[in-house]
C-alpha cells in the first residue's frame, strides 16, 4: 500500500484521462463528449493556467509530450491530435485502428493503450504500429489497461475500475508488480461510479508519482520506493 507524501487540489470537474509532468508543470487531458480539453494546471493550487477545448464530437483521453508537441488521442474518433506544448494550437492529427485510451513513450515508441491487454508501440513519425505486447500476471491477462506513464524503464499503467496501477515489463507484457491505491480516496466517497482512479504523472527530480481519478477533489503525490 502506497502512502501519499503530499496531497494536492484537483479540479473536480476534471474527468481525468491523461496526466503528465514535464518542466515543472503539470499537463491534464479530459474526457467526455463536449467537455475534453488539454491544460496547464499549477499543482500547488490545481487552477487552470491554460486550456485548449476539444471539438464536442471529440472525447479526449491519454496525452504526452513528444519533441515539443503534446500527443492526445480520442476515444472512438480514432484520431490523435498534435499541439504545440507552448502555445496549444492545433497544429496536425494523424489517425490509428480501434479506441484510444493510454497513451505514454520510452523515448523511441510511442505507447497506447486501447481497453484491451494489448499495448502498441507506434513509431511517432509515421504513426505505424511497430509491435505490440499482451500484459499478463502469470497466465492472466490483464485487460481494461487505461492511463500509462513511463517510468524508469517499466510501463506503469491503469486498470479501469481498479484502484491499482500495473508495473509492467514493456519487452514482454509480464507484470512485474502492483502499486495498491484503494486507501488513496475511498469509494463511498466518490461522486458517481465512474470517479475512478486514472492518471499517473511522474516527476523524475523528486522521483515521485503524481496521481488522481476522474472528478477527484484531490491529487496525491506518492514517493517510488528505491
Known amino acids: 500500500v502506497c502512502t501519499p507524501t503530499q496531497t494536492y487540489p484537483h479540479d473536480t470537474s476534471a ?13 491534464e487531458g479530459t474526457g467526455n463528449y463536449g467537455q ?25 483521453e491519454g496525452i504526452t509530450i513528444w519533441n515539443d508537441k503534446i500527443i492526445q488521442l480520442t476515444w472512438r474518433n480514432r484520431l490523435g491530435l498534435i499541439y504545440d506544448v507552448a ?8 489517425s490509428y485502428r480501434g ?3 493510454g497513451l505514454t513513450h520510452n ?41 500509462l506513464e513511463f517510468v524508469e524503464g517499466e510501463i506503469y499503467a491503469n486498470v479501469w475500475y481498479q484502484d491499482r496501477i500495473a508495473r509492467i515489463d514493456p519487452s514482454d507484457g509480464k507484470v512485474v508488480g502492483w502499486l ?17 482512479l486514472n492518471g499517473i504523472a511522474f516527476d523524475p ?16 503525490a506518492i514517493q517510488l520506493p528505491d
Open 205 to 220: 527530480q523528486e522521483r515521485r508519482l503524481l496521481v488522481t481519478g476522474k472528478n477527484w477533489p484531490q491529487l496525491f
Open 87 to 94: 502555445t496549444f494550437e492545433l497544429e496536425r492529427t494523424f
Open 36 to 60: 475534453s480539453a488539454l491544460r496547464r494546471v499549477d499543482l500547488s493550487t490545481g487552477r487552470v493556467l491554460q486550456e485548449q477545448k476539444l471539438d464536442h464530437r471529440y472525447f479526449g
Open 107 to 147: 523515448g523511441q515508441h510511442l505507447i497506447m493503450s486501447d481497453g484491451s491487454a494489448s499495448l502498441r508501440f507506434v513509431d511517432p513519425s509515421t504513426f505505424r504500429v511497430v509491435r505490440q505486447v499482451t500484459v499478463r500476471d502469470g497466465r492472466t491477462r490483464i485487460n481494461n489497461l487505461n492511463e
Open 180 to 196: 495498491d491505491l484503494s486507501h488513496l480516496y475511498p469509494k463511498q466517497k466518490r461522486a458517481h461510479r465512474d470517479a475512478v
Open 99 to 101: 479506441e484510444g485510451w
Open 15 to 27: 474527468y481525468t484521462q491523461g496526466l503528465i509532468f514535464h518542466d515543472g508543470s503539470l499537463y
